[in-house]
């Protein structure tokens, strides 16, 4: 579904992202983890077009994509739910969810998408007319998802889900992104959390300094002693 080969990217002179390598099955929730720094974010951002690609090939469904300008990218069926969240804090939560089906193909389906949401998130529904800034964080990383949602990709893009999180909400989050990739979206996670990011994968790879340094199914890469000693602390 999503193949990225030799990928380069880089702020100024400073390279962030060197060679990197890897694809991405329909329907699969695969996870990407790493260190602070590691990149983890500038290649999420790259894959929803936020930033350019300096070099390498971003194939989706079969599409080169690399050079799709960015407002493109969403259009071809990719959505992203940022770290920190980004919502308009002083728009409510219906108004920053309804931003999430702006495209024509999307606002067709908004009645559905967000009565899907709103199951999906049951707690949203009586804060749809209250401003996105007054919520706890876990009902604003929420929002943030639905909103992700309603422009019904086919590829969910999460950055960091759990940050700032407490424990018991990251759960719950996590099992929503389950859920979501259950029915149907296929989901690319980079998150800090290894344990929790292994646990929902169906298969992950791990990034350091920019290069993409281990892979395989969650087990085959707590069966590592270097992984589990570097990212899990046993």
């Known amino acids: 579904m999503l ?8 702020y100024g002179q400073a390279p962030a992202l060197w060679g990197v390598t890897f694809e991405l099955r329909k329907g699969e929730l695969l996870s990407v983890v790493g260190p602070n720094g590691a990149g983890k974010t500038t290649l999420i951002n790259t894959l929803a077009g936020i930033l350019r690609a300096r070099g390498g090939r971003i194939d989706f469904e079969g599409r080169d994509i690399t050079a799709l300008p960015p407002h493109r990218f969403c259009e071809a ?19 920053n969810l309804e931003i999430g089906s702006i495209l024509p193909a ?6 559905q998408s967000l009565e899907s949401v ?16 007054e919520l706890s964080g876990g009902q604003q990383q929420m929002v943030a998802i639905g909103r992700a949602l ?6 969910l893009l999460l950055d960091e889900p759990s940050l700032g999180l407490s424990p018991l ?4 989050m996590f099992s929503a ?33 920019g290069r993409m ?14 992984i589990r000693r570097a990212y899990l602390g046993t």
Do not use: H, W
């Open 77 to 95: 069926g990719i959505a992203i739910v940022p770290e920190g969240r980004r919502l308009f804090g002083g728009m409510s939560v219906l108004e």
């Open 177 to 209: 992104i389950q859920r979501v990739n259950a029915e149907g979206t296929a989901v690319l996670l980079v998150e800090q959390n290894v344990a929790m990011a292994l646990r929902v994968a169906d298969r992950a790879y791990v990034l350091e300094e």
């Open 118 to 133: 709103l199951t999906l998130f049951p707690a949203l529904k009586v804060k749809l007319g209250q401003a996105a800034g």
């Open 169 to 172: 909400i990251v759960s719950e």
């Open 3 to 10: 193949e990225v080969r030799d990928l380069q990217v880089a």
């Open 213 to 226: 340094a281990a892979e395989g199914t969650p087990d085959e890469l707590m069966q590592r002693d270097e």
């Open 106 to 111: 999307a606002k067709t389906k908004r009645a």
């Open 150 to 155: 309603m422009a019904c990709p086919r590829l």
